[in-house]
Structures are given as C-alpha cells and as structure tokens.
T-cell receptor, first 114, second 109 residues
Framework: DTGVSQNPRHKITKRGQNVTFRCDPI?????LYWYRQTLGQGPEFLTYFQNEAQLEKSRLLSDRFSAERPKGSFSTLEIQRTEQGDSAMYLCASSSTPVNEKLFFGSGTQLSVL | EDKVVQSPLSLVVHEGDTVTLNCSYE??????LLWYKQEKKAPTFLFML????IEKKSGRLSSILDKKELSSILNITATQTGDSAIYLC?????????FGAGTRLTVKP
C-alpha cells in the first residue's frame, strides 16, 4: 500500500498524559498537512510542512501541540498534557507541489481522552 | 479571515433524486477548490476546480466553479444509497487548504 499511513488507528488516554501520532505520507509528496476533525465538522487545519519546514500553524495549535517532520518524510504530532477537549480524529494528508494540490488523506487517528 | 461555507448542512433524499450541494468561500490568493467524499474515515477526492465555468464530470457527479460568485456546486443525479456520505468542500490558497463543515447527505431506499 503506497497511500498515506497513520498510526495508531485509535488511542485512548487519560487526561494529563502525552500522546504522539505518526504519519507516513506518500513517498514523493513534499507537503504534509495535519487536520483535526470532530463529529459533525469538517477537518480543521492545524499545521503543514513543505519538506522538513513547518510553514504555517493554526492558532488552534496551542503550546501543548507540537509537530515535526525531521527528514522531510514521516511526521509526528505530539499533544502534551491532554485534555478532554482534545478528543477528535486527527487526520494527516499529503500532496505534491507545486502544481497538484490534491490532498491524499490517511485513515486518521481517533483520540479519546478520558 | 478566510472561510469556506457549505450548505445545506444536511440533506435527506430518496433514491433517484437529484441533489445540489453548495460551497461558498472567502479566501485571499485563491488557487483551487476541491470536493471530497467522506464515508467513514479518510476523505476521498472527487474533483479539483481552478477555472470558472468548466464543468468536471465523473459518472453521476459533476461540479462547476464560479469565481465571480466565489462559489461552487456539486450535483449528484439519480442518487443511490451508496452516495450517503459527508461531502466536503476545501479551498486552497498559497499556504494551506481550508475545509467547510461539510454536507451530510442521506439517501433513503
């Protein structure tokens, strides 16, 4: 399978714990996006990378959130001191640049904070 | 602030009906508008539109962009139960891709 891969598929954690999600984009894609989606809403933009550079961060991304893409390949999204309001589906998507902006999505990581 | 608004938020129809979903946007440095279908988890790509007035078609689905009106429509003819899903509109500028809240379509047998 050469699509976008996300791990884990599900994560249940207790409030206050740290969690880390991983995204492996399609190998030739330069851009990698993180979105958060709650029930009944469209995906909300969190951040994106062009290769290893993090080019934009949404104000939704509090200082408890950090994302990295150290070698311009896979990316991690860490949430520290999780809160119940962090419960959501975290979607990763990738695209090639500069012409094709079609995003290819992973299946997401469903986070539940108890 | 950039925004993407979809309407209606939900729609219930019967098999065979034709539906029209709407997307309007306010985005600086518009580059493209994309439609996605989301059934369970990962949104799947339907169309990408960059030029006004050119209809994109795929089977029973079609879409068109109006850059003057800052809007797009997605049409589905002869709906089937398998069309039940959330339909997402996304608009790309020079930096990122912003999504609307989606239209939840339910097609009843």
């Amino acid at each position: 399978d050469t699509g976008v891969s996300q791990n884990p598929r599900h994560k249940i954690t207790k409030r206050g714990q740290n969690v880390t999600f991983r995204c492996d984009p399609i190998s030739e894609h330069n851009r990698l996006y993180w979105y958060r989606q709650t029930l009944g809403q469209g995906p909300e933009f969190l951040t994106y990378f062009q290769n290893e550079a993090q080019l934009e961060k949404s104000r939704l991304l509090s200082d408890r959130f950090s994302a990295e893409r150290p070698k311009g390949s896979f990316s991690t999204l860490e949430i520290q001191r999780t809160e119940q309001g962090d419960s959501a589906m975290y979607l990763c998507a990738s695209s090639s640049t500069p012409v094709n902006e079609k995003l290819f999505f992973g299946s997401g990581t469903q986070l539940s904070v108890l | 602030e950039d925004k993407v608004v979809q309407s209606p938020l939900s729609l219930v129809v019967h098999e065979g009906d034709t539906v029209t979903l709407n997307c309007s946007y306010e985005v600086t440095n518009f580059r493209s508008l994309l439609w996605y279908k989301q059934e369970k988890k990962a949104p799947t790509f339907l169309f990408m539109l960059t030029s006004s007035g050119i209809e994109k078609k795929s089977g029973r689905l079609s879409s068109i962009l109006d850059k003057k009106e800052l809007s797009s429509i997605l049409n589905i003819t002869a709906t089937q139960t398998g069309d039940s899903a959330i339909y997402l509109c996304a608009v790309g500028d020079n930096n990122d891709m912003r999504f609307g809240a989606g239209t939840r379509l339910t097609v009843k047998p």
